[in-house]
């Protein structure tokens, strides 16, 4: 399709782009609008630097690539570059959603009748002060053509609401949401039921959550608390260009040291169902299923090609980009810790005063982790009561890991609408995340 330059390595990502944007604030349209383009990324490597640029003008990606190859010093023996060989040349067509999926056709009319079914159900609760319902969807049908010879089509989509509300009980405020994302309509549909029990539970916590005592407890986390630990404290360290010229960052995550409890196993996995599915990543790597943490043992680390060919490593289908105008560099796909074979009244046995984590606003950290709970429960004498205030979770990330100490059978994947993962400029990127119910041994509660 294009004429690539001599002794150079070059490839064209190709995108197009269809997507929805609906918000309504207490019952006020704010936006309603959809957006459709084509644009491509083109880059060049003479095996000492890379050229880039982007354009929405596909008639002139071949006079990108003989600028960018003007740029570049001509290279005899690229295709030996250590970095060149380890690219996939994949081809053919690999289109994950059939027609009757494609949500590109139905109409924005259609899909506001789908968020503003759910408005009345926020409406019957007297303590919701102010809310906004927001659907968004992205359709994505790539094009990845490369020197080597790959030729390939793929595509990627997401589609998601999220309610979000205040609710005012005498002098207490308390903001809570639902918010789901997939990869069809159908996920986001009929969910009437489930939306009034989150109100429904919103309005508990907010009549009787009391401030926690700060303190040591042994933590319950749920899937959400613990897919948001696992990317936050631990999946970004598993990026492996953060690792590139740094000796003390090799020689601590060494692949093969223990980093955590033998019941523990950390996965990304862009094959996997939800936002974060990338069946090939933006250098045309196909997604595999890749090990970080096995039964403890540091055993992987995510890569785009460059990483792979520096760390003699294997490609793992993680060079993203968040959209036609950035280059891809590593980020994680969907990350979740694997389940165990506890049922959740097991995990809660034994614990005589202890926390579980439901929900989260937030959570960070690297070395030591930070989670910022929304809705937080005490336990006693092995069952859950009471709901409690807590501002921050807190522990080491080394530590935390070693002191898991029981996982659920009961395990879940999750996506959400809204936000996403940043990384250098690059932000929102979307990214799934999940696991079972896991039981720390001690964490920091204030």
Same mark, same amino acid.
């Given at each position: ?17 269809s ?39 596909l008639d002139s ?18 295709e030996e ?26 109409s ?22 102010f809310?906004r ?11 990845f ?69 700060p ?6 986390l ?5 897919? +948001? ?25 060494k ?22 599915h ?12 890749t ?30 980009? +968040? ?22 009244e ?17 959570g ?16 006693r004498?092995?069952k ?7 501002? +921050? ?44 119910? +896991? ?8």
């Amino acid at each position: 399709m294009y004429s690539f330059p001599d002794n150079l390595y070059s490839d064209v990502r190709v995108e197009d782009v269809s997507k929805s944007d609906i918000i309504v604030t207490l019952g006020r349209t704010d936006n309603m609008k959809e957006q459709k383009y084509v644009a491509a990324f083109i880059r060049v490597f003479d095996g000492e630097r890379w050229y880039y640029s982007s354009t929405t003008n596909l008639d002139s990606v071949q006079e990108e690539l003989d600028r960018l190859a003007y740029l570049a010093k001509r290279n005899p023996a690229i295709e030996e570059n250590g970095i060149v060989r380890k690219f996939e040349v994949n081809k053919g067509s690999y289109l994950s959603y059939e027609k009757d999926e494609d949500f590109s056709l139905v109409s924005l009319s259609e899909k506001y009748d789908l968020l503003s079914s759910y408005f009345p159900l926020i409406g019957e609760s007297e303590l919701v002060k102010f809310w906004r319902g927001q659907y968004i969807d992205q359709r994505v049908v790539k094009s990845f053509f490369s020197s080597k010879g790959a030729d390939l089509t793929f595509d990627y989509q997401r589609v998601g609401f999220r309610l979000l509300y205040q609710m005012v009980c005498g002098e207490d405020q308390f903001m809570d949401r639902f918010d789901l994302a997939g990869n069809t309509l159908d996920v986001i549909k009929d969910l009437h039921e489930e939306v009034g029990q989150t109100v429904k539970t919103s309005e508990d916590f907010i009549r009787n959550a009391k401030p926690v005592t700060p303190g040591k407890y042994p933590v319950i986390l749920s899937p959400e608390a613990a897919g +948001v630990f696992a990317h936050e404290s631990f999946g970004h360290k598993s990026e492996a260009d953060f690792m590139l010229g740094d000796k003390t960052m090799m020689e601590e995550w060494k692949i093969g040291r223990k980093v955590g409890s033998e019941v523990l196993s950390i996965i990304d996995d862009g094959n996997k169902p939800g936002v974060g599915h990338v069946a090939f990543d933006d250098e045309g790597t196909k997604a595999v299923e890749t090990y970080l943490i096995r039964d403890g043992y540091l055993s992987g680390r995510l890569h785009s090609a460059e990483t792979a060919a520096a760390l003699e490593e294997e490609l793992t289908g993680n060079a993203r980009a +968040v959209n036609f105008e950035y280059e891809p560099v590593v980020r994680m796909t969907t990350t979740f810790i694997s389940p165990g074979e506890l049922s959740f009244e097991e995990l809660l046995s034994g614990i005589k005063d202890g926390v579980y984590v439901d929900s989260l606003n937030h959570g960070s950290g690297m070395s030591t982790f930070t989670l910022a709970p929304n809705r937080a429960y005490l336990i006693r004498e092995g069952k859950i009561t009471e709901p409690v205030k807590i501002s +921050v979770v807190t522990g080491s990330v080394f530590q935390t890991l070693n002191e898991i100490e029981g996982l659920t059978e009961d395990f879940k994947l999750l996506s959400f609408s809204l936000g996403g993962c940043g990384k250098m400029e690059q932000f929102p990127l979307p990214v799934g995340f999940g696991g079972p119910f +896991v039981r720390v041994r001690s964490l920091n509660v204030h």
